[in-house]
């Protein structure tokens, strides 16, 4: 279709029009104009299309459809060729459906442990999150419909998620935060993608013309249409003029008429009007092209059967001393009430109505093993320790040769809309646990949560293992790995720091009034453990298995990274091999080590398999801010081959010929002593006055209600000491000013 051709004959007051949506879920119809409305649902988790009443929080039920593990969850399987079958039964159903576009997958960078969204993310890692969302988009896209990676970009905490503004260094914006877009663009081809809530750097992501235009269409050549997440719309003429096609949901005829007045007074022209229409008409006519010719149904046992493969691939055996695989017949009692209701999926706008009846855990494993006793244990609504409840499971426990105990994080911890404020477990799960352990020494943990916790100490069990949120076929799952059906082959998409004050972001997270700072700069997750070499509960990368592999011959030749590993055990599985490159002697300051390449690996016992892991173009670079370009430096790289981040088996030194670079910043960036960056260092990297993010009473609709303090209006005040004296315990950190 000559779209060109199409947008002449369309009126200026038809052309703003287009560019905001008509309902929740669906872009404007121009009947006369043969334009069709484009139909758009949730789907980083499973396909969540509303039939009645539309929202965007989770609230209104959606169709029946399959709920696969969450990003967390899939990322833990490493396996890229997964993820596109993934994708790819989403796009099915979405075709099936009549959704043009899925949105999703979710990749923003988990900063901290307690982003409430961490679950529906793939990993700390630009690079692992890069590669499964790219997997995930091209899956959906094979069927016709357009995938739409979210939130775009520097959005990794949900306190205030309208109003807060992520202050990041250019650097560390291009390699942590965006490294993973530009994938999902460049190798996913994303056909459209989402702006995000916040501002970057002063500006509302869905204004910035850096992100929108300079980096997204200029240098990763996008060519598809960005919509706002659901109300993140400021000021539409400056959203078009940055790059923006569509503001979602349907805000109504202000949103138009004041383009249009804009466009009128001169502050855009027709030309760059034209053209978000035309970058949005290509995807409505392109998606509804195929979509209306898809197969109207699905095969629900072969969607649920891929999301049993990608939950079974997922799991994580964090430790183990050889209790398990139980054996079938195997007497064992099993506590926690996430055994019989499993935790499977995150609340919000991710949340899918699943397409088959959920099985437990329990109801998986009766039939196959001889349970000696059920107790629930905790009540998943209660974070208190009820004492009958603990007192059944010790009952059960006491006499009981083996347990599985089922914890993890509940609903209301993992939610879209809030972060969680500590990184504990529930203090009921928390005595449960202790006590349960002390009298019992045959416990296995089972556990649940898209996010890393405190583990209990780890003498009082005897293995855990993890499933994040599994999805419908979650349990089945674990109980396939508990009884050795499947091999664990999960590795951890995250570090699990020992406890929260560990965490790099801690000190800045999650944001001083205004200001999101992120003052730890690159130091993200495992960059930073590794680098300053701070203990963990367990390392980026960690999975262990019912066998077990040798690493050896490495070469490397030209941009191969190729080794042979060895099933040295007695049954078969999967391995991840990890691929990172340490830069040794640059001027630039850099993570001790950065993944830049990875594979999973199926080897039978005690066969050996050669793989060859290939380097592009992401693995010796860094961003020269100076010049304002990717660079590779001219040094030593070590190319290390490793189980995780912490367990190197294979290394060699290579020379890479770049550009001798003069790079320099705060020693605390070299070292990696980043806990307490000083507002001198954290402006040298920035290159800029940190700006002053107090609120001074000027509050936007964006604002929260604890920011009326802040009010210059004292009917304004007076309503925030009304709220706050309701004595409702305020859920975020506050500063200090306010407690
Ligand atoms: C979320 C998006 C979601 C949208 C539509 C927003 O609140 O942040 O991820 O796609 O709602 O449901």
Redesign the pocket.
């Known amino acids: 279709m000559n779209l060109k051709e199409k947008i002449k004959d369309l009126t200026i007051e038809q052309k703003v029009a287009l560019l905001q949506g008509w309902t929740t879920w669906t872009s404007l119809e121009l009947k006369d104009k043969e334009i069709p409305p484009m139909f758009m649902s949730?789907g980083p988790v499973g396909l969540r299309k509303q039939a009645g009443a539309g929202d965007?929080l989770g609230l209104n039920e959606s169709v029946p459809a399959t709920c696969f593990p969450t990003s967390a969850t899939m990322a833990n399987t490493w396996n890229v060729e997964l993820g596109v079958e993934l994708g790819r039964a989403l796009g099915k159903e979405a075709a099936a459906n009549d959704v043009h576009v899925v949105?999703g997958p979710?990749l923003n960078i988990k900063r901290s442990p307690l982003c409430g969204r961490n679950f529906e993310y793939f990993s700390e890692d630009p690079y692992l999150a890069g590669k499964m969302a790219a997997a995930y988009i091209k899956g959906i896209q094979e069927n016709g419909v357009a995938a739409c990676p979210?939130?775009f970009a520097v959005n990794s905490q949900e306190l205030r998620r309208m109003s807060m503004d992520s202050v990041v260094d250019e650097r560390t914006m291009r390699e942590i935060y965006l490294t993973g877009f530009e994938i999902a663009v460049k190798e996913g081809r994303a056909k459209s993608i989402?702006s995000a809530y916040n501002m970057v750097n002063g500006t509302y992501a869905n204004e910035n013309t850096h992100l929108l235009s300079d980096i997204l269409r200029g240098e990763w050549g996008f060519d598809g249409y960005v919509v706002t997440?659901?109300g993140a719309d400021n000021n539409h003429t400056d959203g078009v003029k940055a790059g923006c096609n569509l503001v979602m949901p349907a805000p109504g005829p202000d949103c138009a008429i004041g383009l249009l007045d804009d466009f009128k007074a001169g502050k855009i022209d027709e030309a760059t009007i034209d053209k978000r229409v035309e970058e949005l008409l290509r995807v409505v006519y392109d998606t509804k092209e195929v979509v209306d010719k898809a197969e109207k149904s699905f095969d629900v046992e072969a969607h649920h059967s891929v999301a049993l493969r990608c939950a079974e691939e997922s799991i994580v055996l964090l430790d183990n001393d050889g209790i398990l695989p139980l054996t079938d017949g195997d007497s064992v009692a099993i506590i926690g009430d996430f055994a019989k209701v499993p935790r499977y999926q995150g609340a919000g706008?991710s949340q899918v109505n699943p397409s088959k009846p959920l099985v437990s855990l329990y109801d998986s494993l009766a039939n196959r093993l001889n349970i000696s006793g059920y107790s629930k244990g905790f009540d998943r609504k209660n974070p208190h320790p009820v004492d009958k409840l603990i007192a059944e499971a010790v009952d059960v426990a006491k006499n009981a040769e083996k347990v599985l105990l089922c914890v993890g994080l509940d609903e209301i911890l993992e939610s879209?809309g809030m972060d969680r404020l500590h990184m504990e477990l529930s203090k009921s799960q928390q005595k449960l646990i202790a006590e349960v352990c002390a009298v019992n020494k045959n416990v296995v943990l089972v556990l649940s949560g898209g996010a890393p916790f405190v583990m209990p100490d780890r003498s009082l069990y005897r293995a855990a293992i993890h499933g994040y949120l599994g999805g419908q076929a979650g349990a089945e799952a674990m109980a396939n790995a508990i009884l050795g059906k499947i091999n664990p082959s999960g590795k951890l998409n995250e570090s699990w720091p020992h406890k929260l004050e560990d965490n790099p972001s801690y000190p800045y997270f999650p944001s001083k009034e205004r200001n999101a700072e992120y003052r730890e700069g690159l130091y993200v997750g495992y960059r930073y453990y590794d680098t300053l070499g701070k203990p963990v509960r367990y390392p980026f990368g960690h999975g262990i298995s019912y066998t077990d592999f040798d690493y050896s011959d490495l070469t490397v030749e030209g941009n191969d990274v190729s080794f042979t590993i060895t099933n040295t055990g007695k049954v078969d599985g999967a391995e991840v091999a990890q691929v990172y490159v340490s830069c040794k002697n640059g001027n630039a300051y850099r993570a001790k080590k950065e993944l830049k390449g990875f594979a999973k690996v199926f080897i039978k016992a005690g066969e050996s398999k050669k793989v060859t892991v290939s380097l592009d173009d992401k693995a010796f670079r860094y961003y020269n801010v100076e010049k304002d370009a990717w660079e590779i430096e001219d040094a030593d790289y070590e190319i290390i081959v490793a189980a995780s981040v912490s367990d190197v088996r294979l290394n060699e030194t290579v020379h890479i010929d770049g550009i001798k670079s003069n790079a320099k910043a705060p020693a605390c960036y070299y070292s990696a002593d980043i806990a307490n960056v000083s507002d001198e260092d954290f402006k040298s990297i920035l290159g800029r006055e940190i700006p002053d993010g107090r609120w001074g009473g000027e509050l936007t609709e964006n604002d929260a209600f604890c920011q009326l303090y802040y009010a210059k209006s004292g009917l304004g005040r007076l309503l925030y000491k009304i709220l706050t004296s309701m004595k409702i315990k305020p859920r975020q950190k506050v500063p200090p000013i306010l407690t």
Do not use: V
Request: no cysteine; glycine share 10%; aromatic share 10%.
């Open positions: 949730d965007h949105l979710g979210k939130h989402m997440d659901w706008s879209e």
